[in-house]
Nanobody, 122 residues
Framework: QVQLVESGGGLVQAGGSLRLSCAAS????????MGWFRQAPGKGREFVAA????????RYSNSVNGRFDISRDNTKNTVYLQMNNLKPEDTAIYYC???????????????WGQGTTVTVSS
């Protein structure tokens, strides 16, 4: 089992920045791919970004590419999502996930956090 705990969400004005963190515990020695997904009110879960175990490979959705940056510190079992130039449409609950495959689809991810809320005001 892997436990994931997100933090760093909050209220920010459009154009501002936030950094989300996801701390992993449990089977931390397993080399997991880490991903961020989000779910806006009334919408389905949407892929945001993912990163390989080494950090050498990353993927981003078109909607955040160039504004968000995913990174990880394996010595701290933590993955980060730096979000810049935030827009009102970025408002959502952001979830961290761990899995074995670097993919944009949610189903291959085995473990999920409880989420952290990001609200961007216009």
């Amino acid at each position: 089992q892997v436990q994931l705990v997100e933090s760093g969400g909050g209220l920010v004005q459009a154009g501002g920045s936030l950094r989300l963190s996801c701390a992993a515990s449990g089977r931390a020695g397993i080399r997991y791919v880490m991903g961020w997904f989000r779910q806006a009110p009334g919408k389905g879960r949407e892929f945001v970004a993912a990163i390989s175990w080494s950090g050498g490979s990353t993927r981003y959705s078109n909607s955040v590419n160039g504004r968000f940056d995913i990174s990880r510190d394996n010595t701290k079992n933590t993955v980060y999502l730096q979000m810049n130039n935030l827009k009102p449409e970025d408002t959502a609950i952001y979830y961290c996930a761990a899995g074995g495959v670097l993919t944009t689809a949610p189903s291959p991810y085995d473990y999920w956090g409880q989420g952290t809320t990001v609200t961007v005001s216009s």
